[in-house]
């Protein structure tokens, strides 16, 4: 259900089951934890790319296998919110390359990444309420923090389509792509984060998500730690040599 592959220290994740639009069923949720997992803990990966196979990047929860003989607290908190809190706790910037529809807790899927480049193909959906359903994995807590509390009530309420451009308007999305541009520019954007100083990266990920929930103490106090780790970095002491020396720096990751 999920392809997996290193490439130009870049993991690829690739949602699977195109007939259904990548819809989410029982194996696919272990596979892509594992998938995450696996890039996680692979040194050699600093990005992280996520993306559907076919023409959806995902219609969320397969209808198909569910109905109210099951727990959907139980689904919930054993399928999907580990996939979300790994998201957040990976040490790497995660791109969603949102090729087409991302509906219900593939919209949810999208929103848990750090950056979102759009396919002028690809549209959100909050389909929950469609189907008399809240939305969930995430979705509550990312959707008013990316495009603000009235506008994300809207598109929760309403349950209308937001396509590419009305996305990259919202700040939905990062960049929105031109399908022949596809892969190419998914590649060059991902390269480039996997040329970063990738410590850095899984700091300001850690910073922003705490700073929600803190005072200005304790983000203060927060960055103060977090620069104290960030300035024994290699990458830091290359930052700077590059800088003096009037040359661009190479960043290793470490
Ligand atoms: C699907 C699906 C799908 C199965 C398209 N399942 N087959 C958490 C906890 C507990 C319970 C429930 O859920 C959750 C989280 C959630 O994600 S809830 C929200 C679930 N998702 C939806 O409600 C979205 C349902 N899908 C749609 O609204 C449309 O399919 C979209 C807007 C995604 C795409 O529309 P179209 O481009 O017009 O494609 P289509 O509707 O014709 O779909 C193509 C095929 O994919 C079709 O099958 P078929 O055999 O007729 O070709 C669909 O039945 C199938 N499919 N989504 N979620």
Redesign the pocket.
């Known amino acids: 259900t999920i392809l997996y592959e290193v490439k130009n220290s870049t993991a690829w994740i690739t949602l699977n089951r195109p007939?259904?639009?990548n819809?989410?069923n029982k194996a696919m949720h272990s596979d892509l934890l594992k998938a995450l997992q696996d890039a996680e803990n692979d040194k050699t990966v600093r990005a992280i790319v996520l993306t559907g196979a076919g023409?959806?990047f995902s219609?969320?929860?397969?209808?198909?296998?569910?109905d109210n003989s099951?727990d959907?607290s139980e689904?919930?908190r054993n399928r999907?919110n580990p996939i979300i809190h790994k998201m957040a706790n990976i040490g790497k910037p995660i791109i969603a390359a949102v090729n087409?529809?991302a509906?219900?807790?593939?919209?949810?899927l999208a929103l848990a990444a750090d950056f979102r480049l759009v396919s002028e193909k690809a549209?959100f959906?909050n389909?929950?309420i469609?189907?008399g359903?809240v939305p969930?994995?995430g979705n509550t807590y990312y959707l008013p923090r990316i495009v603000g509390h009235s506008k994300a009530l809207e598109l929760m309420v309403l349950g209308e389509?937001v396509v590419a451009e009305e996305a990259l308007r919202l700040g939905l999305a990062t960049k929105v792509i031109s399908p022949e541009n596809w892969k190419s520019e998914v590649s060059m954007f991902a390269g480039r984060l996997a040329s970063m100083p990738t410590k850095a990266i899984a700091l300001i990920k850690e910073g922003l998500l705490k700073s929600w929930d803190s005072t200005l103490g304790e983000v203060l106090e927060g960055e103060a730690h977090a620069q104290g780790l960030a300035g024994t970095t290699s990458d830091h002491m290359e930052g700077v040599q590059a800088f003096l020396e009037k040359r661009k720096p190479l960043f290793n990751g470490d």
């Open positions: 007939d259904k639009l819809a989410f023409r959806a219609a969320g929860q397969d209808l198909s296998e569910v099951i959907y689904l919930l999907y087409g529809t509906a219900g807790a593939g919209f949810s549209s959906l389909a929950f469609h189907i359903l969930d994995s389509k």
